[in-house]
């Protein structure tokens, strides 16, 4: 069974930084995909970043793009998800996500596994 643990979120200011954990076990194939999304409240979940286990390709949301970094360890079987400039629209709740059939898409179902969240909060 697959489990996903967040780490990292907290309250940082406009322009701030701050980095995403999720530590994964029970994955055993190496072709999956890794995604982050995030749920602003009132608002529906939506797609962020996401990395291909095998080979690191990435992709990111528009909204995203130039100022979050995706990556992953092996070793440590952890994904980060690397957050600069980071702004007031940024607030949500970040979940990781495992999509174990490797489709690499940016639609919520197509993943199968989910974190518990962590709240990011930033503050103008």
């Known amino acids: 069974q697959v489990q996903l643990v967040e780490s990292g979120g907290g309250l940082v200011q406009a322009g701030g930084s701050l980095r995403l954990s999720c530590t994964a076990s029970?994955?055993?194939?190496?072709?999956?995909?890794m995604g982050w999304f995030r749920q602003a409240p009132g608002k529906e979940r939506e797609f962020a970043a996401a990395?291909?286990?095998?080979?690191?390709?990435?992709s990111y949301a528009d909204s995203v793009k130039g100022r979050f970094t995706i990556s992953r360890d092996n070793a440590k079987n952890t994904v980060y998800l690397q957050m600069n400039s980071l702004k007031p629209e940024d607030t949500a709740v970040y979940y990781c996500?495992?999509?174990?059939?490797?489709?690499?898409?940016?639609?919520?179902?197509?993943?199968?596994?989910w974190g518990q969240g962590t709240q990011v909060t930033v503050s103008s």
């Open positions: 029970g994955l055993t194939f190496s072709w999956y995909v």
């Open positions: 996500a495992a999509d174990l059939r490797g489709r690499g898409s940016r639609t919520l179902d197509d993943y199968d596994s």
């Open positions: 990395i291909r286990w095998s080979g690191g390709t990435t």
